[in-house]
């Protein structure tokens, strides 16, 4: 009897998601198991790490796009901060608190994303420096093989 398999995207404590496949009471396993998110909250952490996915493709450009937009929002942020405490209205100061709110959101999303993107970058300058550092061992024995070679062909002249 062929059992029956299902995809489904998982959620990790850390924030990704995977597109996964298993057999349907395993899934029904880990969906008792674990927090539920809704479709519409899966679809948004989809598409998010769609967008970081993208984002990671030009790791080192679009870091410095992320900064300028910290720096521009930090001020932006302060000022409405202030305008929420100092507001002549209380409608004044909850409409600044609302969009302090908003704009807080979107710095952490900007600074989560600026962490992921450094990350990204220092992985693949390590990884360029092990393959330099591959590429040098490889040379280096190369070397040495060919040395080997050359003093074998040496001792061969003098035994003949």
């Known amino acids: 009897m062929e059992k029956e398999v299902i ?24 969906q008792r198991a674990s927090p539920q998110l809704s479709d519409s909250q899966m679809a948004a952490k989809g598409k ?3 967008r970081i996915d993208r ?7 679009v870091i410095l796009e992320v900064k300028e937009k910290i720096a521009a929002l930090e001020p932006q942020l302060d ?3 202030k305008q929420a405490e100092e507001g002549a209205t209380f409608d004044d100061r909850e409409d600044a608190l609302e969009k ?11 600074r989560n994303n600026e962490q992921v ?6 992985r693949q300058e390590n990884e360029k420096m092990q393959l330099l550092e ?3 061992q490889r040379k280096e024995a190369e070397a040495i093989k060919q040395q080997k ?12």
């Not at 984002?55 to 450009?61: G, I, N």
């Not at 959101?105 to 900007?110: D, G, H, I, K, V």
């Open 7 to 30: 995809t489904f995207r998982a959620y990790l404590a850390g924030g990704k998601t995977f597109l996964a496949e298993s057999e349907t009471n395993v899934y029904q396993h880990i």
């Open 48 to 50: 998010s790490d769609e």
């Open 55 to 61: 984002m990671l493709q030009d790791a080192p450009r």
């Open 79 to 81: 000022e409405l901060k």
């Open 100 to 110: 302090a709110n908003k704009v807080e959101a979107e710095l952490r999303t900007y």
């Open 117 to 122: 993107l450094a990350d990204e970058i220092q």
């Open 134 to 136: 591959d590429e040098k």
């Open 149 to 160: 070679g050359s003093e074998k062909e040496s001792l061969d002249k003098l035994r003949n």
